[in-house]
Protein backbone atom coordinates (compact mmCIF):
# COMPACT_ATOMS: atom_id res chain seq x y z
CA UNK A 1 0.00 0.00 0.00
CA UNK A 2 1.54 3.24 -0.80
CA UNK A 3 0.51 4.84 2.75
CA UNK A 4 2.60 1.70 4.39
CA UNK A 5 5.26 2.75 2.28
CA UNK A 6 6.48 6.36 3.98
CA UNK A 7 5.26 4.69 7.42
CA UNK A 8 7.88 1.95 6.92
CA UNK A 9 10.72 3.72 5.57
CA UNK A 10 9.73 5.96 8.47
CA UNK A 11 10.65 3.26 11.41
CA UNK A 12 13.32 2.54 9.55
CA UNK A 13 14.85 5.52 9.47
CA UNK A 14 13.91 5.69 13.18
CA UNK A 15 15.56 2.56 14.22
CA UNK A 16 18.63 4.05 11.65
CA UNK A 17 18.80 7.29 13.98
CA UNK A 18 18.58 5.05 16.95
CA UNK A 19 21.52 2.45 16.24
CA UNK A 20 23.74 5.70 15.34
CA UNK A 21 22.51 6.88 19.14
CA UNK A 22 22.95 4.60 20.38
CA UNK A 23 26.81 3.68 18.71
CA UNK A 24 27.62 7.35 20.07
CA UNK A 25 26.30 6.65 23.41
CA UNK A 26 28.30 3.35 23.52
CA UNK A 27 31.48 5.30 22.21
CA UNK A 28 31.52 8.03 25.15
CA UNK A 29 30.35 5.29 27.82
CA UNK A 30 34.06 3.35 26.25
CA UNK A 31 35.67 6.96 26.61
CA UNK A 32 34.79 7.42 30.15
CA UNK A 33 35.86 4.01 31.13
CA UNK A 34 39.10 4.05 29.69
CA UNK A 35 39.62 7.82 31.66
CA UNK A 36 38.30 5.93 34.82
CA UNK A 37 40.85 3.20 34.25
CA UNK A 38 43.52 5.67 33.35
CA UNK A 39 42.31 7.85 36.38
CA UNK A 40 42.65 4.59 38.47
CA UNK A 41 46.37 3.87 37.15
CA UNK A 42 47.42 7.34 38.21
CA UNK A 43 49.34 7.98 40.88
CA UNK A 44 50.80 4.08 40.60
CA UNK A 45 54.52 5.45 41.40
CA UNK A 46 53.73 7.47 44.54
CA UNK A 47 55.12 5.98 47.52
CA UNK A 48 52.58 7.35 49.72
CA UNK A 49 49.24 6.02 48.70
CA UNK A 50 50.40 2.96 46.83
CA UNK A 51 49.13 -0.58 48.55
CA UNK A 52 49.67 -4.53 48.20
CA UNK A 53 50.14 -5.88 44.71
CA UNK A 54 50.86 -2.42 42.84
CA UNK A 55 52.97 -1.35 45.66
CA UNK A 56 55.06 -4.56 45.68
CA UNK A 57 55.73 -4.27 41.69
CA UNK A 58 57.06 -0.83 41.93
CA UNK A 59 59.76 -1.90 44.71
CA UNK A 60 60.95 -5.01 42.03
CA UNK A 61 60.72 -2.55 38.99
CA UNK A 62 62.59 -0.05 40.91
CA UNK A 63 64.99 -3.19 41.99
CA UNK A 64 65.87 -3.82 38.53
CA UNK A 65 66.01 -0.19 36.95
CA UNK A 66 68.54 0.38 39.69
CA UNK A 67 70.56 -2.96 38.71
CA UNK A 68 70.51 -1.50 35.22
CA UNK A 69 71.68 1.51 36.41
CA UNK A 70 74.46 0.32 38.60
CA UNK A 71 75.82 -1.94 35.68
CA UNK A 72 75.94 0.79 32.99
CA UNK A 73 76.64 4.16 35.35
CA UNK A 74 77.19 3.24 39.32
CA UNK A 75 79.77 1.46 38.92
CA UNK A 76 81.98 3.76 36.65
CA UNK A 77 82.67 5.77 39.91
CA UNK A 78 82.01 5.56 43.69
CA UNK A 79 79.77 8.77 43.64
CA UNK A 80 77.56 7.83 40.95
CA UNK A 81 76.76 4.16 43.03
CA UNK A 82 73.89 3.45 44.05
CA UNK A 83 74.85 1.27 46.75
CA UNK A 84 72.45 -1.75 48.38
CA UNK A 85 71.14 -0.26 51.01
CA UNK A 86 69.21 2.30 49.21
CA UNK A 87 66.26 0.18 50.09
CA UNK A 88 66.56 1.39 53.47
CA UNK A 89 67.21 5.04 52.39
CA UNK A 90 63.52 6.95 51.93
CA UNK A 91 65.09 9.74 49.52
CA UNK A 92 67.35 7.38 47.14
CA UNK A 93 63.98 5.58 46.92
CA UNK A 94 61.69 8.24 45.86
CA UNK A 95 64.38 10.15 43.84
CA UNK A 96 65.61 7.06 41.67
CA UNK A 97 61.71 6.65 40.82
CA UNK A 98 61.53 9.57 39.95
CA UNK A 99 64.31 8.34 37.58
CA UNK A 100 62.49 5.30 36.78
CA UNK A 101 59.74 7.47 35.65
CA UNK A 102 61.44 9.85 34.09
CA UNK A 103 63.07 7.34 31.76
CA UNK A 104 60.09 5.56 31.09
CA UNK A 105 58.97 8.65 29.77
CA UNK A 106 62.41 9.79 27.68
CA UNK A 107 62.17 5.82 26.11
CA UNK A 108 58.27 6.03 24.58
CA UNK A 109 58.92 8.16 21.90
CA UNK A 110 59.20 6.34 18.14
CA UNK A 111 60.57 9.15 17.04
CA UNK A 112 63.90 11.43 17.17
CA UNK A 113 63.86 13.01 20.79
CA UNK A 114 66.32 15.05 22.75
CA UNK A 115 63.94 13.63 25.82
CA UNK A 116 66.47 10.99 26.95
CA UNK A 117 69.45 13.27 26.68
CA UNK A 118 66.92 15.71 28.95
CA UNK A 119 67.04 12.15 31.31
CA UNK A 120 70.76 11.95 31.76
CA UNK A 121 71.32 15.87 32.90
CA UNK A 122 68.34 15.73 35.33
CA UNK A 123 70.06 12.21 36.11
CA UNK A 124 73.35 13.92 37.48
CA UNK A 125 72.48 16.54 39.59
CA UNK A 126 69.60 14.07 41.14
CA UNK A 127 72.53 11.28 42.29
CA UNK A 128 74.54 14.01 43.62
CA UNK A 129 71.94 14.89 46.10
CA UNK A 130 71.30 11.74 46.88
CA UNK A 131 75.39 11.10 47.61
CA UNK A 132 75.32 14.48 49.37
CA UNK A 133 72.23 13.49 51.81
CA UNK A 134 73.40 11.33 54.99
CA UNK A 135 72.24 8.61 55.67
CA UNK A 136 70.27 9.65 58.66
CA UNK A 137 67.94 12.20 56.45
CA UNK A 138 67.41 9.39 53.62
CA UNK A 139 70.63 9.28 51.41
CA UNK A 140 73.67 7.85 50.84
CA UNK A 141 75.96 10.40 52.41
CA UNK A 142 77.77 7.87 54.64
CA UNK A 143 76.56 4.78 52.93
CA UNK A 144 79.96 4.56 50.13
CA UNK A 145 82.50 4.36 52.56
CA UNK A 146 81.22 0.88 53.87
CA UNK A 147 80.14 -0.26 51.06
CA UNK A 148 82.04 0.70 48.15
CA UNK A 149 84.99 -1.83 46.90
CA UNK A 150 86.93 -1.70 43.83
CA UNK A 151 87.50 -3.80 41.10
CA UNK A 152 89.42 -2.75 38.14
CA UNK A 153 88.02 0.50 37.16
CA UNK A 154 84.97 -0.28 37.91
CA UNK A 155 83.51 -0.18 41.46
CA UNK A 156 81.95 -3.56 43.03
CA UNK A 157 78.62 -2.71 44.13
CA UNK A 158 76.96 -5.92 46.00
CA UNK A 159 73.85 -6.14 45.01
CA UNK A 160 70.67 -5.91 47.47
CA UNK A 161 70.35 -9.33 48.64
CA UNK A 162 67.45 -10.86 46.79
CA UNK A 163 65.19 -12.73 50.37
CA UNK A 164 66.32 -9.40 51.98
CA UNK A 165 64.82 -7.39 49.41
CA UNK A 166 61.87 -10.23 49.49
CA UNK A 167 61.40 -9.58 53.45
CA UNK A 168 61.27 -5.88 52.90
CA UNK A 169 58.74 -5.60 50.03
CA UNK A 170 57.13 -8.07 52.19
CA UNK A 171 56.59 -5.50 55.51
CA UNK A 172 56.21 -2.48 53.35
CA UNK A 173 53.72 -4.18 51.33
CA UNK A 174 52.04 -5.24 54.99
CA UNK A 175 52.44 -2.19 56.60
CA UNK A 176 50.69 -0.26 53.33
CA UNK A 177 48.02 -2.15 52.88
CA UNK A 178 43.98 -1.85 53.81
CA UNK A 179 42.78 -2.56 57.57
CA UNK A 180 41.18 -5.73 57.06
CA UNK A 181 37.28 -4.78 57.37
CA UNK A 182 36.34 -8.52 57.84
CA UNK A 183 35.15 -9.24 61.19
CA UNK A 184 34.62 -12.75 60.67
ZN1 LIG B 1 73.11 3.11 53.27
Redesign the pocket.
Known amino acids: MAEEEPQYATTRQLEDVLAALLDQIAAVRDELTAEQDEAKRAGRWRWETLEGEERADLWYELRDFIGWYNTTIGRQNEHLAI ?1 G ?2 P ?2 PVVVEVMTAQLVAWKAAHRSTVPTDAIRLWFEHLWPAVAKIHDLD ?1 NVGG ?1 G ?2 AAK ?1 HETNGNAVGIPPVDPADFDTLVREDVEAHSPVETDAA
Open positions: WCWGHGLKCH
